[in-house]
C-alpha cells in the first residue's frame, strides 16, 4: 500500500485508478469485515471514515442498531479540513457500537477480525479503521479516542495511531460518547503520515467550545534527531504479558541506541485510573445517549404512548454493552452516590493530571504499553471487567488530557504485533512526533 506522502503527490486519473483497484481489494477481503460500506466523497486521497464521524448524506450510525436510516445532513469539521486539503472521504469503518468496547464485537454489523490473525479480535473502538489501515485496504483512516480507543486498536494491528491532546482537533460532528475524553485522530502506516494527517485534521474552529484555538503545525518541523529525555516506568509494566515486557525493553534499547536519555519514573497504580475513567465516561455516556430516543434520530419502535416509544426503542436499539454504561452511569449520578463515586472520580482525575504534570517536569516523553498483551482471541473478553482491565494503560492519558501515539515495535513468536505509546505533555505534539519518528528509525518494524 502507498503512503499517505506518497498518495497525495498522484494526479487526478492516478487517484481515480486508485480507488477503483482499492475497492476490488476490499471486496475480495469482505470476510475482513473493517468496511460497513464503500462510499466515496470528492476526488481526492480516500482516506476511511470511522463510522460515528458525520459525513454530509452518508449514512452514520455508530455501529448501532438506534441509528439506522439516520443520513448526516453535514460534515464534521474534520470531513471539512480533510477535503480541503485534497483528501476524500473513503468508506466507513466498523465500529464498537457508539466507541463502547476494546474489540469491535459490539458493533450491530458484526464483528471486524484482526488482519493478522482471523481468530483474534482487532481491538476497539476503532478496529474498523485499525484493521483497514493494517490490512493495506486503506491508506489512512481516521478514529476516535475516549480511552484508548485509537491507541489500542493500532497497536493490535500493527499500524500507528495518534491521540492528539484534547481540544487539538474538533470534536463538531463526532458521534459524542463522553465528551470531556473523546478525541478524533489519525490511524496510519507509519509516523510520517500521522502528523501529515494531524496536521490536516487539527486546529482552531469556532463550532467547538472545547476546541483549543491552535494552529501550530508539525510536519514543517519534524526531526528525529532531537536528543530527548524519555521516562520508562518499570513497576507500572509488572502486570504485562512477557511479550510486552520484551518489546518494552526493545523500545528502551532502540531509545538509548538514539542518544536518548532515559530515566527511571513511578506512576500509582492503575486501578485508580480504571475506576475514575469508567464512572466519568459511564456517567456522560448517559447524558449523551438521552437524545436517541426514537423520535428525532434513527430507528423507531411504536408503543402506545410516548414513554413507551422510548422504552421499546431504546430496549431494541441498544446492545447490551451500551445499556449496561447507561445504567452504570445513572447509577454514579443518582442522588444517593453522586458525592461517593463522580465526585471522587472528578477529584482522581486531578490527581492523575498532577502525577503527569510533575513527572513532565524532569521529562519530554514518557514510554508505556498500550495493552497488557497482544491481541486476545475472540470471546477471551466476554466479561465485562476482563474488557475494561484491557484498557489498563491508555485511560490516564484521556483523563489528564494529554497527546499520545501508539508505534508498532516488534511481533511476537507468533506473529502478532506488539505496540507501546509514547505520551507528551499537553500541546507538545512536536516532541510527541520527534520521539515517535526516531523510535520508529530504530526498531525498524517489519509488517
Request: with cysteine.
Amino acid at each position: 500500500m502507498i503512503t499517505l506522502k506518497e498518495a497525495l503527490s498522484l494526479s487526478k486519473e492516478e487517484l481515480e485508478n486508485f480507488k477503483n483497484e482499492l475497492r476490488k481489494k476490499i471486496e475480495l477481503n469482505k470476510e475482513l469485515n473493517a468496511y460497513i460500506d464503500v462510499e466515496n466523497v470528492g476526488e481526492g486521497v480516500p482516506i476511511a471514515i470511522k463510522d460515528n464521524i458525520q459525513v454530509k448524506s452518508w449514512s452514520v450510525t455508530s455501529g448501532s442498531k438506534i441509528l439506522q436510516g439516520y443520513i448526516s445532513p453535514y460534515n464534521a469539521t474534520v470531513i471539512e479540513k480533510l477535503k480541503e486539503a485534497g483528501l476524500s472521504p473513503f468508506g466507513r469503518t466498523n465500529m464498537d457500537e457508539f466507541a463502547m468496547g476494546s474489540t469491535t464485537e459490539s458493533s450491530f454489523y458484526g464483528k471486524t477480525q484482526n488482519p493478522h490473525a482471523n481468530d483474534k479480535v482487532p481491538g476497539g473502538s476503532s478496529g474498523g479503521s485499525a484493521a483497514a489501515v493494517g490490512a493495506g485496504l486503506a491508506i489512512a483512516a481516521l478514529g476516535s479516542d475516549t480511552g484508548g480507543s485509537i491507541r489500542q486498536p493500532a497497536a493490535y494491528c500493527g499500524i500507528v495511531g495518534m491521540k492528539p491532546t484534547y481540544g487539538r482537533v474538533s470534536r463538531y460532528g463526532l458521534g459524542a460518547y463522553a465528551s470531556s475524553l473523546d478525541q478524533i485522530g489519525p490511524m496510519t502506516q507509519n509516523v510520517e503520515d500521522a502528523a501529515i494527517l494531524y496536521d490536516i485534521i487539527s486546529g482552531s474552529d469556532e463550532k467547538d467550545s472545547t476546541n483549543a484555538m491552535k494552529d501550530d503545525k508539525v510536519v514543517p518541523n519534524l526531526n528525529a534527531a532531537r536528543k530527548l529525555t524519555i521516562a520508562v516506568l518499570p513497576k507500572y509494566i509488572e502486570n504485562a504479558s512477557d511479550d510486552v515486557k520484551a518489546a518494552y525493553e526493545k523500545a528502551i534499547e532502540a531509545l538509548k541506541s538514539q542518544g536518548h536519555s532515559i530515566v527511571e519514573k513511578e506512576m500509582m497504580d492503575a486501578k485508580y485510573d480504571i475506576s475514575a475513567y469508567y464512572i466519568t465516561a459511564t456517567a456522560e455516556a448517559t447524558t449523551n445517549l438521552g437524545r436517541y430516543d426514537g423520535v428525532r434520530y434513527g430507528n423507531r419502535v411504536e408503543g402506545k404512548n410516548l414513554e413507551e416509544t422510548y422504552y421499546n426503542t431504546r430496549s431494541e436499539g441498544f446492545g447490551d454493552e451500551v445499556k449496561r454504561r447507561i445504567l452504570l452511569g445513572n447509577f454514579v449520578l443518582s442522588s444517593g452516590y453522586y458525592e461517593a463515586y463522580y465526585v471522587k472520580a472528578q477529584k482522581t482525575r486531578h490527581l492523575i493530571k498532577d502525577e503527569y504534570a510533575k513527572i513532565f517536569n524532569d521529562v519530554d516523553l514518557i514510554l508505556s504499553p498500550v495493552a497488557p498483551t497482544v491481541a486476545p482471541k475472540f470471546g477471551a473478553l466476554a466479561n465485562p471487567m476482563d474488557m475494561y482491565l484491557s484498557d489498563l494503560y491508555t485511560i490516564s492519558v484521556n483523563l489528564a488530557g494529554l497527546p499520545a501515539l501508539s508505534l508498532p515495535i516488534m511481533k511476537n513468536s507468533e506473529g502478532m504485533p506488539l505496540g507501546l505509546q509514547l505520551i507528551a505533555k499537553a500541546y507538545d505534539e512536536q516532541t510527541l512526533f520527534d520521539g515517535a519518528l526516531s523510535l520508529e528509525d530504530a526498531v525498524a518494524y517489519k509488517a
